[in-house]
């Protein structure tokens, strides 16, 4: 998994008048915890882009002041109107504990219903997983080359090495579902167009002959 680093400054007051303050001059309050300690700390909005704005998961390697710490994004909010991080939560995490992270879904292969007529929907964009921190993954392969017309791949059928998926087996990643122009054209109907076709081919012959 991808490291991305963050700077952040040991906060001196707290409350709401200061994270306001921080604020304005783009920056963004922040909270560490998950070791012996909270950490209330404040950091450049600028540096968030590269771990808010980008579909994959990352670690975080938090330096506050020349301590460094290794850490997974929490909980991050943001203005209602004018999309301004307010505040971001960051959870320290250690190697020989198991962590848990929303991990991205990524598809792979080409679905044979989709080649038919099919549209292919995404029903889970990611999946909550536990590991260590070494063998958490960037993302979650999922092959939809075996997906034809109808059909679904849920959680159950996904293979993990070193991790575990904490969502419900039972869930449906993707599936490929047939377009109503497609719907209820059963055997009868294709031996109907067979026989319509069979006696179209018969009068050209019958015409050309004459």
């Known amino acids: 998994m991808k490291t991305i680093e963050i700077i952040g400054y040991n906060r001196a007051n707290l409350g709401k008048k200061e994270a306001k303050r921080l604020r304005a001059e783009s920056h963004v309050p922040c909270v560490m915890y998950g070791g012996k300690d909270q950490i209330h700390f404040f950091s450049p909005m600028i540096l968030f882009k590269s771990l808010v704005y980008s579909p994959d998961a990352a670690m975080v390697l938090l330096n506050i002041e020349g301590d460094e710490y290794r850490c997974i994004l929490k909980d991050i909010q943001f203005h209602p109107v004018n999309e301004i991080i307010l505040h971001a939560d960051f959870l320290q995490v250690f190697d020989d504990k198991e962590m848990k992270m929303e991990i991205p879904v990524k598809m792979e292969g080409s679905a044979p219903g989709v080649l038919k007529g099919g549209k292919l929907y995404i029903k889970k964009r990611t999946l909550s997983v536990k590991a260590l921190p070494d063998k958490m993954p960037d993302t979650i392969s999922v092959d939809v080359s075996k997906l034809k017309l109808g059909k679904s791949l849920k959680v159950a059928e996904i293979k993990t090495k070193g991790f575990d998926i904490l969502t419900s087996p039972l869930v449906t990643i993707a599936s ?14 294709e031996e109907l167009a067979e026989t319509e076709a069979e006696g179209s081919e018969e ?8």
Do not use: I
């Open 176 to 189: 490929v579902e047939t377009p109503r122009a497609l719907r209820g054209v059963g055997a009868e109907d």
């Open 203 to 210: 009068g050209e012959t019958e015409a050309t002959a004459e």
